[in-house]
């Protein structure tokens, strides 16, 4: 009898929930961001010059990139560098932490780094040295930046969010991080910089989606970054074991790679990136699923694609 009186109402949910998924502006307004990235060069395009240095963003802004991904980390002296690791021996084949060292002190990076993306391939270039943020945003005054913090340091955060306001670029640079406790942070410093979802929210946003929740409920996040698992073990591991049996990957893939999620996001004005993406046939499926960008290692060679696969024009930013 319960169920038979709780069945209307549970259709009712389903299909109210199913018809909101396509119309989602009924009950929350667009986002409006100032730019729009399809193409999106990860650490300025690891794979074609030496990640992270002004060499690498300047051949990416050559390329047309539309956003730069970079990851800061903060010198003994307080100065905000660009780096991915806090331990120098990855990049630098020297062991210590960046945050134990001025500025001045910082050694060069290695002459051929591997892309960790792509491994067993290596990236080399003229430019070895860590920039600091402030380099960046004086070279690139207009270009969106998405800036990773990965360390738990308030004063890292503070700085970034100066150098930002400084440079009058709040609505170009987005906040960046897979922890909840420092994203909170960084809101707190600086609500006026859009962020994306952490990994607990994309969880959140998941189980949402898949309950039939999500058409309901606000969304502070204006970007969403995320991986596409079916490049795992096909261009790169992870340490996690249980990433290690395919049929893992294959379930992953089929739960984040959902068309209908990602179109529901974009029509909120929620942009969706998919990284990090290195061969054409990675870039057409992410752009078919309707990912708004793809971050990749080789700015040319996604630049080419766009060039050449005859994709419709994107929408221009909302203002």
């Known amino acids: 009898m319960l169920l038979l009186l709780l069945a209307p109402a549970l259709a009712a ?93 910082l050694p060069l990076y290695k002459e051929r780094m591997e892309i960790y993306f792509y491994p067993d391939h290596y990236s080399t270039g003229r430019d070895r040295r860590i920039p600091r943020l402030e380099e960046v945003f004086q070279n690139f005054p207009t ?37 909840d406790k420092i994203m ?20 959140c946003l998941l189980l949402a989606f898949y309950t039939g929740l999500l058409p309901f409920l606000p969304l502070h996040e204006s970007c969403l970054e995320y991986p596409m698992p079916s490049i795992i073990g096909r261009y790169y591991l992870l340490n996690n074991w249980i990433l290690q049996f395919p ?13 209908s999620l990602i179109k529901h996001l974009e029509d909120r004005g929620i ?13 057409r499926r992410a752009f078919q699923l309707g990912a708004t960008g793809v971050m990749t290692d080789f700015p040319t060679k996604l630049r080419h694609f766009l060039d050449s696969s005859h994709l419709p024009s994107p929408p221009p930013p909302l203002s």
């Not at 980390?73 to 020297?94: C, F, K, M, P």
């Not at 360390?151 to 970034?160: A, T």
């Not at 909170?184 to 969880?203: A, G, V, W």
């Not at 049929?247 to 068309?259: A, E, G, N, T, Y």
Request: proline content about 4%; overall charge negative; charged content about 30%.
């Open 184 to 203: 909170d942070q960084c809101r707190r410093e600086n609500p006026s910089m859009p962020h994306i979802f952490t990994q607990s929210r994309l969880i």
């Open 13 to 105: 949910y389903l299909l109210t929930s199913l018809w909101l998924l396509k119309r989602p502006r009924l009950l929350h307004p667009a986002k409006r961001l100032a730019f729009r990235a399809r193409h999106v060069s990860h650490r300025g395009g690891a794979g074609e010059r030496i990640e992270n240095t002004m060499e690498a963003f300047r051949h990416a802004v050559e390329c047309g990139t539309e956003m730069l991904e970079l990851d800061c980390v903060l010198t003994r002296d307080g100065e905000v560098v660009i780096s991915h690791d806090t331990n120098l021996y990855r990049q630098a084949a020297v062991r210590g932490e960046i945050g134990d060292l001025d500025y001045q002190d």
């Open 143 to 179: 270009v969106p930046i998405n800036v990773e913090i990965k360390v738990d340091d308030p004063r890292l955060i503070s700085k970034v969010s100066d150098l930002v306001r400084r440079f009058d670029r709040e609505q170009i640079t987005v906040w960046a991080s897979a922890s």
């Open 247 to 259: 049929l893992v990957v294959r379930v992953l893939d089929w739960l984040l790679m959902q068309k």
């Open 271 to 283: 942009q969706v990136y998919i990284w990090t993406l290195n061969e054409e046939p990675d870039y």
